[in-house]
């Protein structure tokens, strides 16, 4: 009778695998859109022997609809 075979030994167990990690959570939503600031502008008068600036205002942004 043949002497038995050794086998080689089982390889070891693989490590167990992580659960991917978390998806970050949702970024808040933009409370309201940022209307780009309007620089200020500015009108000259020419006069013969004189220039007056009038500095022209913009108008105010509208009021947000009352709920």
Not at 11 to 22: F, H, Q, T
Not at 56 to 67: G, M, Q, S
């Amino acid at each position: 009778m043949p002497p038995p075979v050794e086998r080689p030994a089982p390889p070891p167990a693989a490590a167990p695998v992580a659960p991917p990690p978390a998806a970050p959570p949702p970024a808040p939503p933009p409370a309201a859109p940022q209307l780009p600031q309007q620089p200020p502008v500015t009108m000259y008068l020419h006069f013969p022997f004189v220039t007056v600036p009038i500095p022209i205002t913009p108008p105010p942004p509208p009021a947000p609809p009352a709920p």
